[in-house]
């Protein structure tokens, strides 16, 4: 890939955010869900499932986020559905983030890279996560080929799971905390596309389940770029955490439901009524939050 992308992503993100509100919808096919949908746990159900919830979704939320995991799970007749969704999803408008967490050293990372941000790639997709845990540097083939391609990366920050808190709070020599260490890697990132007026490519994964524990990490959350908050519904958040947890950042956050939405179906109008749902309780959430808080 050598021709530099027209738009970033920071930007287009901005504009669905704008456009359609900022809501991210999972494509988390889980065996139970399929059960609870009537489908088989096999690659027909698996088709069913994902063509459902892109053809209900793809033309109206912001950003669809598949779990790589789920797709993997059925080797590669999975796969398979998961080059059509993201590709059906992108036709309809929607920006795909696909939800692989991916992270290896720089060589690996490369590969990991072209996969999903190389536009000559079957997965290609708007942006992709990464897990900074073999150190941020190792994520510099994803970052790079994302400011050329015009796609974007989310890093695991804060994740939204307790057991995060063991690796993520941890203290470094020099005293910041190794989220805050991420968080501040992502804000240097960010600043080129931030000074040309944009909101950056490069987010952060940051759970919308953390309360006021973000103190606890010492996280300054105005990156400059997105940050993808997962564990509203299942995980126990709701969207009038938002403002709690991310202060005046919320404008910037793109909340994500995948199982509070797909527990729904198989019904597409039901599918779509609670995404709608979803939507307007983040929306009233932020202004709730004050005129910092958008
Ligand atoms: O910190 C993180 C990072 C990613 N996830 C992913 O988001 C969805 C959440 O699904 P729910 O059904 O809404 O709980 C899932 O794909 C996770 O792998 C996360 O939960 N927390």
Not at 6 to 13: D, I, K, N, T
Not at 162 to 185: F, N
Not at 265 to 276: E, H, M, Q
């Amino acid at each position: 890939m050598t021709t530099p992308a027209a738009e970033s992503f920071g930007s287009r993100l901005r504009r669905a955010m704008d456009e359609r509100g900022p809501l991210c919808v999972g494509i988390d096919p889980h065996a139970a869900l399929l059960a609870d949908w009537g489908l088989s746990d096999d690659i027909a159900g698996l088709e069913r499932f994902t063509r459902t919830v892109v053809e209900a979704l793809a033309d109206r939320v912001a950003v669809l986020k598949p779990q790589s995991a789920f797709f993997e799970r059925f080797g590669s007749r999975g796969i398979a559905v998961l080059e059509r969704a993201v590709a059906d999803s992108r036709e309809a408008g929607a920006l795909v983030l696909m939800d692989a967490k991916r992270g290896d050293i720089g060589s690996t990372m490369a590969a990991y890279a072209a996969t999903y941000l190389d536009p000559a790639s079957p997965l290609f997709s708007d942006a992709v996560t990464v897990s900074p845990y073999l150190g941020y540097g190792s994520l510099r083939p994803a970052l790079d080929l994302a400011r050329e391609s015009g796609t974007g990366v989310f890093v695991l920050a804060l994740t939204s799971n307790p057991e995060g808190a063991e690796v993520q709070h941890a203290v470094r020599a020099g005293g910041a905390s190794v989220a805050a260490t991420m968080l501040d890697h992502l804000r240097a990132e960010n600043a080129g596309e931030n000074a040309a007026g944009a909101m950056g490519s490069y987010g952060a994964v940051v759970g919308a389940t953390l309360g006021d524990t973000l103190g606890a990490a010492g996280a300054d959350l105005s990156i400059g770029g997105p940050l993808l908050a997962p564990g509203i519904g299942a995980q126990g958040a709701t969207a009038a955490d938002l403002p709690k947890v991310f202060g005046a950042a919320v404008r910037d956050v793109v909340p994500n439901v995948s199982r509070g939405v797909l527990r729904h179906g198989p019904d597409a109008a039901a599918l779509r009524a609670s995404a709608a749902r979803f939507a307007d309780e983040v929306r009233e959430a932020a202004d709730a939050g004050g005129p910092g808080a958008r």
